[in-house]
């Protein structure tokens, strides 16, 4: 790993082309991401993931997933079945805490099942945004709920459920998208709260979580604290909120690059995440002189980014010994009399 460039790459398609493997092998990034895009049925998954790994040297690399529930879930029937957002386990806690909280636990550790099948070893969930009222639903019921306790409590539980079947959470969107009034796939997130809002409603979650090993930046701007950069290239909410007040030592990764949020080239963009805090760079379309621009503007892994990288890389792969048949009964049936 020690020659690895601090950039989590996408691809086009079902199979890699000549030109990513070419691409990979050169520029060796850390880890990648699959998306809808790239999946078709369980064969063809663990071929892509085992190819994607043969790239960088038949390393464990990590290959990452947004599989959440709802509206963000990339592997769907007939592979998988349909799985509830976190709302609906929200519900189940706001009316029995112990219900609630197993339920969390039992999704997260189904995600793992589905997702180890094929290879696939990193999971960007749990989202520990805390929405509040007139935000946009970009988050809505992605969210576990409107307050920062149930929120905190069901991230922690999703993030035990995956790590018990092998598979390392991403919490997100740090230090919090809850706020947001845009959509920032199109636009940039404006959050004019002040930082003691903040500090007592968004940031809770995070702080909570901040022993994970893996976090994602939000593509918002604070007023409070930055006026003018979004988290993602921020130095002073990376250094002050991120890794002061939250406490977070993890691996941070920037939300994607591509996103409307974010101003400049790819180049401009990727060069501002790396130079700011941020310890790997997060690039999703697969588009393949995009990324060639992300791989000339990210450094080689080094420092702090390399340690937390091989943290993440050294609790890969730990998982129970649990009974998948027996999870999947007890969440049907959590769901059939909730």
Known sequence: ???????????????????????????????????????????????????????????????????????????????????????????????????????????????????????????????????????????????????????????????AGLKAGGVLPVIKHMPGHGRGMADSHHELPVVTASRAELEAHDFIPFRAARHELMAMSAHVVYTALDPDHPATTSRYVIDKIIRGHIGFDGLLMSDDISMNALKGTIAERARAIAANGCDMVLHCHGDMDEMKDVAAAVPVLSGKALRRAKAVEAALGRKDDADEQAIRAEFDRMLATS
């Open 1 to 159: 790993m020690s020659d690895s460039k601090a950039m989590i790459l996408g691809l086009k398609g079902h199979v890699l082309t000549t030109e990513e493997k070419a691409f990979f092998r050169g520029e060796q990034p850390w880890g990648f991401i699959l998306f809808a895009r790239n999946l078709s049925e369980p064969a063809q998954i663990a071929d892509l993931v085992a190819s994607l790994r043969e790239t960088v040297g038949g390393r464990d690399a990590p290959v990452l997933i947004d599989q959440e529930g709802g509206r963000v879930q990339r592997l769907r029937p007939p592979i998988v079945p349909n799985y509830p957002p976190a709302a609906v386990l929200g519900a189940l806690y706001d009316a029995d805490r112990d219900r609630g909280k197993r339920a969390a636990w039992l999704l997260s550790r189904l995600h793992a099942f589905d997702l180890q099948r094929s290879g696939i070893n990193v999971d960007c969930l749990p989202v520990l945004d805390v929405p509040v009222a007139g935000s946009h639903n970009v988050i809505g019921d992605r969210a576990y709920g409107t307050e920062p306790e149930t929120v905190s409590v069901m991230g922690l539980e999703a993030a």
